[in-house]
C-alpha cells in the first residue's frame, strides 16, 4: 500500500507545506487547525477501530465527520460556530489532499459536501457607559496589582483590542517614549493573520501605560501576571471577569449579560458609534478586513435607532387654515 494511502501522511503535508509555508496563517490559526485533527483523529480512530498511525484517507469519510460534528456539539457541547469552524478546517484539508492526489477526488468531492450548519443570529453585547466607568473604577489603583489590571482595562476600551492582541504587545509596540501631550500616540496593535493597524491613545491611557512598564526592554510584553511571566488570553478573561464580579452589586443588570473582553471591544465600537465616529473608521480602528463586520453595531444601537426615527416621525394632523384668516397675510398684504 503506497503511503499516500494513510491520512497521516496529508496531515503533516497539509499542516507543515500548506498552512505555514504556502498559505503562511497565523500561529493561531495553525494552532486551530491542527486542534481539529486532534479531536477528529482519536474519534476516527475509536470509529474504525484501527491505531491513529494506520488510519486511511477513506476512514474518514463523510458518515464518520457528520457524526464526529454532531458529536462536538452534543458531548462536548460545542456551539454551532465552533462546529463549523472545525468543518471548515476538515474542508481546507479535503481541498488540499483532492489537489495533490487525483486518486482522492471522489473522497475530497464527498468531504466538500457536507453543509456549514446554520446558525441563528444573535445580537452582540456591549456595556451602556456608566456600566463601563463602573468596570474601569473598580480596580484600588493603591495596589501595584490592580494598578495593572486597570491599566488593561483602559487598554482594551481605548483600542478595543482582542484579549490574544493585548496579551501579545510588546513595549516596542508603544510609540510612547519622550512624548509630549500635544503629540498623538499610537499603538502598533498586531491582528489576525499578523495584520497590523495602529490605534491613538487617550492620555490617560499613556500615562497607566508608563506606569506599569517602567524601563523594561522594549521586547518584553508590557502586560505581565503576577509571576512577571507574559500574561495570556485566559488571563485577561480572569481579569475582566474578577472586576464584572466587584461591581455587578452596584451593576445588577449585568447578570444578564456575558461580559468579556471582547464584550470590551463591543462596547469601544457601539461607543465610537454613538459619538458619531464613521463606520469606516470604526472598521479601521478594529482592524475588520469588510465593512460588512463592523456594521453589525449599527444593529445593536437602540439610541441611535431612536435618533434615527425621531428625525423621521410624522407629525399629528393640522387643520389648514383659510388665507383670509391669516392675520399675519392680510397685514402683510394691506402694507404692499
Known amino acids: 500500500m503506497k503511503d499516500t494511502a494513510f491520512i497521516s501522511v496529508w496531515i503533516k503535508r497539509f499542516l507543515l507545506e500548506y498552512l505555514v509555508t504556502t498559505r503562511n496563517l497565523s500561529k493561531n490559526t495553525q494552532l486551530s487547525y491542527r486542534d481539529t485533527f486532534r479531536l477528529l483523529l482519536p474519534f476516527v480512530a475509536t470509529n474504525s477501530r484501527k491505531p491513529v498511525d494506520l488510519l486511511l484517507v477513506e476512514d474518514t469519510d463523510p ?80 495596589n501595584r496589582q490592580e494598578q495593572r489590571d486597570y491599566a488593561l482595562l483602559l487598554f482594551l476600551y481605548n483600542t478595543g483590542a482582542r ?109 465610537l458609534l454613538q459619538a458619531g465616529v464613521d463606520i469606516n473608521t470604526i472598521r479601521a480602528w478594529l482592524g475588520h478586513v469588510s465593512i460588512n463586520t463592523t456594521n453589525v453595531y449599527a444593529e445593536v444601537n437602540m439610541e441611535m435607532k431612536a435618533r434615527a426615527l425621531a428625525c423621521c416621525e410624522i407629525e399629528g394632523d393640522k387643520t389648514p387654515t383659510h388665507w383670509r384668516n391669516d392675520k399675519g397675510l392680510m397685514s402683510f398684504l394691506e402694507n404692499i
Open 163 to 271: 484579549a490574544d492582541e493585548a496579551a501579545q504587545l510588546k513595549i516596542g509596540d508603544l510609540n510612547i517614549s519622550g512624548s509630549s501631550k500635544k503629540e498623538l500616540t499610537t499603538v502598533l496593535i498586531k491582528g489576525k493573520g499578523n495584520k497590523p493597524r495602529r490605534c491613538p491613545l487617550w492620555q490617560k491611557t499613556v500615562d497607566e501605560l508608563r506606569n506599569i512598564i517602567g524601563q523594561r526592554s522594549p521586547l518584553e510584553p508590557v502586560f505581565l501576571n503576577r509571576l512577571r511571566q507574559p500574561i495570556t488570553r485566559f488571563g485577561i478573561h480572569n481579569i475582566v471577569r474578577r472586576y464584572v464580579n466587584r461591581v455587578i452589586e452596584q451593576h445588577p443588570q449585568l447578570t444578564l449579560k456575558r461580559v468579556s473582553p471582547h464584550t470590551i471591544r463591543h462596547t469601544t465600537a457601539t461607543h
Open 63 to 142: 458518515v464518520t465527520v457528520r457524526t464526529f460534528l454532531s458529536d462536538l456539539e452534543t458531548q462536548r457541547g460545542c456551539s454551532i460556530a465552533t462546529r463549523n469552524q472545525r468543518l471548515s478546517a476538515i474542508h481546507a484539508f479535503g481541498r488540499f489532499v483532492g489537489m495533490h492526489s487525483p486518486e482522492h477526488l471522489e473522497w475530497c468531492r464527498q468531504i466538500q459536501l457536507i453543509p456549514i450548519k446554520r446558525a441563528e443570529h444573535t445580537l452582540i453585547t456591549y456595556l451602556e457607559k456608566q456600566e463601563m466607568d463602573a468596570l474601569l473604577n473598580a480596580p484600588n489603583r493603591s
